[in-house]
């Protein structure tokens, strides 16, 4: 594919779902023609990992911030989702968070983070989420915050690799 376009073009002419895992170390460079392909194609999810990486309390690219503040589903037409994830909450611009619907939220034992989710989400939410144990962490819906928070266990599938010294078979078609 030479360009956003031929992709475009060829996703909508292929049925089924598709995932896409796009990495470069130049990310930071090609962030804003990412978010503009997102918002281009619509009806996706945009990954985000480490968003404090491309943004900062002071500073978010435009096309970040386009998908951010214009780029969601809504009834009338294809929108993209973004899920930002951050190491240090308070670390990320405020149109992502200020957009955001839900949390999650693994231990933490920075005092700042404590203090930014505090304030953000609310004294229960923050509660000892110092001492959560592992794999474990709290949920709020930003959305309806008389939803009760909930607190979950990260469950990780076993491995479709199989066992040291047990090979697997070929697949044949009968």
Request: aromatic fraction near 10%; hydrophobic fraction near 35%; charge should be negative.
């Amino acid at each position: 594919m030479e360009s956003f376009e031929q992709l475009d073009a060829y996703l909508r002419a292929t049925p089924g779902r598709w995932r896409i895992a796009y990495t470069n170390e130049q990310l930071d460079e090609e962030i804003e023609d990412l978010c503009r392909a997102a918002r281009a194609l619509g009806d996706c999810l945009l990954v985000l990992e480490e968003a404090d990486m491309f943004c900062s309390p002071s500073f978010i690219p435009r096309e970040l911030y386009n998908l951010v503040q214009y780029g969601r589903p809504r009834p009338s037409q294809r929108g993209a989702h973004l899920l930002a994830t951050s190491r240090s909450p308070h670390d990320v611009n405020r149109a992502l968070t200020r957009q955001a619907y839900e949390i999650y939220c693994f231990t933490t034992q920075e005092p700042s983070d404590l203090k930014y989710l505090r304030d953000y989400v609310g004294d229960a939410f923050a509660a000892d989420l110092e001492t959560l144990p592992p794999l474990h962490y709290r949920y709020q819906n930003l959305w309806d915050r008389t939803r009760a928070i909930e607190e979950r266990e990260l469950t990780i599938p076993a491995s479709r690799n199989p066992p040291a010294g047990v090979e697997e078979a070929e697949p044949t078609i009968a």
